[in-house]
């Protein structure tokens, strides 16, 4: 028999901003999945960044919206975090929770430190990636987010990463003991985005009527932060490569963020205006996914990306960078292909490949959707969840 809890046993989640992405749509779940009577929860957020996008808004409207800590940013600034701990104290003091369960470095480290200050009995931080690598750092700043994650990790009872080899990273690193490690995988509600056949034709007719594109154009898709790590310029430096392979190709660019003023930029001195679209923030990403030819995702850094398991569960041919957790949701060869990081040319070989293969291309995408429903599902997610909470329970107990 599984271990009681504590009845009920109240959790205060705690992120840095709901911006779209796998982290707000992994809180999300465990938002809707974990509630009163049994787990009354408490949901606290910072705000998006303009060019990001709000989840909530864009992909899950009718889901619970969290209670926003103003201060609570992403960007370093002393007297706004001070203001911000000060706000998660109070609300963990109204709350008086058994659990915080923090995701993101900004909120995993106010809120491991408010947990301290409010003496909460269990405390948890979830690693959607690790920051230290791919992203762009000053040294005297990484030294002293690093050193914050380190102490940050002494005070928490687990460590959460979503993959084994993220955990290896961040280990390697000297954050936390190999003890405190547990690798719970992301899990998604799927089902939204497979379709009959006639509708995965009339997503690809749309999209292509709204490009102002012959209805069999070959489309190159991407859905991403337009963010340096997501390595999109690479995928632009491939573009005539691919281009001089099957002439007829477009790509299509869905998502906003600091980059995208850069890469439109570069589209313009590449002479690819014509070729290539910016959609911006989009919401209906599951036509888009069945609209595409080929998912591209050319990371220089990822954790679990959610962006891929949503294309293989919409059964997208994928090729993505073998980076982080990717090479555990396109397994080479059988539900896309991986390439190196920063390497268009191979990039484009592999494009290529996908646009010129159809019969190949579509056995990646059963193979992607079948994988990700039995693997990458919400119902493991909760479940995997709701384990580590009575083991923590249990723990706490003795």
Known sequence: MPPRFE??????????????GGAAAHVALLVKHFH??????????????????????????DERRPTTVP????????????????????????LR??????????????????????????????????????????????????????VCARWSNRLICLSDDLGAELIGLGIGQPSQWQ??????????????PEHRRNDREQLRRELALPSETPLVGVIA???????????????????????????????????????ETQTR????????HFLGMRADVAALYRAFDCMALPSLQEGTPISLIEALAARAPVVASDVGGVSLLVRHERTGLLVAPRDSDALAQAVVRVLKSPEESRHFGE????????????????????????????????
């Open 7 to 20: 009845s009920p046993f109240r959790i205060a989640r705690v992120s840095t901003r709901p911006a779209v």
């Open 36 to 61: 009163a009577p049994d787990f009354p929860t408490m949901f606290l957020s910072g705000c998006p960044e303009r060019s990001e996008g709000d989840f909530y808004e864009l992909r899950a409207p």
């Open 71 to 94: 201060a609570l940013r992403r960007e370093p600034d002393i007297g706004r975090d001070v203001r911000a701990l000060r706000d998660l104290v109070r609300h963990f003091r109204a």
């Open 97 to 150: 929770p058994h659990l915080v369960d923090t995701h993101l470095s900004k909120a995993g480290i106010l809120g491991r430190f408010a947990a301290r200050l409010t003496r909460v009995p269990l405390v948890m931080h979830t690693f959607h990636v690790n920051i230290f690598e791919g992203y762009s750092w000053n040294s005297p700043q990484r030294a002293l987010y690093l050193r914050l994650e380190q």
């Open 183 to 196: 690798t719970i995988r992301l899990g998604l509600e799927l089902d939204g985005f497979d379709a009959t």
């Open 225 to 263: 932060r337009l963010a340096p790590v997501k390595g999109l310029k690479f995928l632009l430096d491939a573009a005539p490569a691919i281009l001089n392979a099957v002439p007829r190709t477009h790509f299509v660019i869905a998502g906003d963020g600091p980059s995208r003023e850069r890469l």
């Open 269 to 276: 001195e590449m002479n690819l205006s014509g070729r290539v």
């Open 367 to 398: 193979e992607g959707r079948t994988q990700m429903c039995r693997e990458w599902s919400a119902t493991r997610l909760v479940e995997d969840h709701r384990a580590l909470y009575a083991r923590l329970w249990q723990e706490s107990q003795r």
